[in-house]
């Protein structure tokens, strides 16, 4: 079946470290590739995405590109502030037969950045 | 542009009462809709999922169950809370394959 598998957390990294939270993946098919931030209390939001393979997902410095030779989606920030602390989810997409798509996470990697 | 609410933002509720949760989405119309439970420090646990009004889809057999009776409206309720269903819950909704998450409601069963 379907899944995702991230790095366990807590990631802990001093200000303007590189930071890299892994992410693999098991689908059949092409699905899209997604990033998720959780901030302290409040909800998801979309960080970035990737819909086929080779394709790189950018946004406030953050970066992941689709690899499917290694069905990989890393996400990558080459200097990483405090603002930056949050959760951070790993998800697929893949349609089911109702035509919804399904959303299948990982656990989820908590990053505390440190001044 | 499109937004979506919840409430109330937190809740405490003492075991065996009843909850309604209620969920909307502004700014966009027949979009899927979805239900999601975080317990403390885990991951995403998909609850309740629709594709449409009065069309519900349960993921995990529970204490809690879903309702569309609008387009744009999604309640999640339970007749009688356990001390199992505190927790973050989120609504979300998609068009497509990203799903747009409201700000949760924590709900603490004492």
């Known amino acids: 079946g379907n899944s995702v598998t991230q790095m366990e957390g807590p990631v802990t990294l001093s200000e303007e470290a590189f930071l890299t939270i892994n992410c693999t993946y098991t689908a059949t098919g092409y699905p899209s590739l997604f990033w998720y931030v959780q901030y302290p209390g409040e909800g998801l939001q979309l960080l970035l995405k990737?819909?086929?393979a080779d394709d790189k997902g950018s946004n406030k410095g953050f970066e992941a590109t689709y690899r499917k030779e290694t069905t990989s989606f890393h996400l990558e920030k080459g200097s990483v502030q405090v603002s930056d602390s949050a959760v951070y989810f790993c998800a697929l997409s893949h349609p089911r037969r109702d035509s919804n798509y399904q959303l299948i996470w990982g656990a989820g990697t908590k990053l505390i950045i440190k001044p | 542009s499109q937004t979506i609410h919840q409430w109330p933002a937190t809740l405490v509720q003492p075991v065996g009462s009843p909850l309604s949760l209620e969920c909307t989405v502004e700014?966009?119309?027949?979009?899927?809709l979805y239900w999601y439970r975080q317990a403390a420090g885990r991951g995403l646990q998909l609850l309740f999922y629709?594709?449409?009004?009065?069309?519900i889809s349960s993921e995990v057999p529970q204490n809690l169950s879903a309702s569309r009776p609008q387009d744009r409206q999604f309640i999640l309720s339970s007749k009688k809370l356990l001390l199992s269903d505190s927790g973050f819950y989120l609504c979300a909704w998609s068009s497509g394959n990203e799903q747009f998450f409201g700000p949760g409601t924590r709900l603490t069963v004492l």
């Open positions: 990737a819909t086929k």
């Open positions: 629709s594709v449409g009004i009065g069309q």
């Open positions: 700014g966009t119309s027949n979009p899927n």
